[in-house]
């Protein structure tokens, strides 16, 4: 699984804007909807069920929402590059401004481990986040994105 398998021009946000994390969380789901055809409440609601059990802030700015529902049929991700990073509870408590969120099948059990392991991997290398943050262009943070993939790959 490739990360331009789950990122396609509709899933890549720039410069969002929101004022705290359950605004950051809404504003995805309903870009969820929109790609899944899914009831964004159920996306919004699966996404704030992952929160409660712990915070999906892993520090460095960055948070890795994520969540299953039955009715996918495969693994979807959104990046999204707030205009201004927004309290997220994180584990180092910064404010975060780099988030990908992942929405996997019920079934998805090795498939959605693989996808957040190398979205954390990827969002872990400094300098792709350097570059993330560098740019509010959707094409720019698209092509940092599967550049930095296709980097990693070789």
């Known amino acids: 699984m490739e990360l331009t398998d789950l990122l396609d021009g509709e ?21 969820a909807a929109d790609i899944t055809n899914i009831d964004e409440r159920k996306i919004f609601a699966v996404l704030m ?31 999204a590059r707030l205009e201004k990073p927004v309290d997220f509870q994180s584990i180092d408590e910064r404010p975060v401004d780099l988030i990908f969120v992942l929405l996997a099948p019920e079934e998805a059990g090795a498939d959605h481990l ?13 300098n792709t986040c350097e570059k993330l943050r560098g740019t509010g262009e959707v094409d720019a943070l698209s092509a940092i994105l599967t550049e930095s993939q296709e980097i990693r790959a070789a």
């Open 114 to 126: 693989k996808a957040l392991a190398r979205v954390s991997r990827l969002l872990r290398d400094q």
């Open 49 to 79: 069920d992952r929160e409660r059990l712990g915070t999906t802030g892993v520090g460095s700015g960055i948070a890795i929402p994520h969540g299953k529902l039955p009715e996918l049929d495969r693994l979807y991700g959104i990046f």
């Open 11 to 31: 899933c890549v946000v720039a410069n969002l804007r929101a004022t705290s994390k359950k605004q950051v969380l809404q504003e995805l789901a309903r870009r």
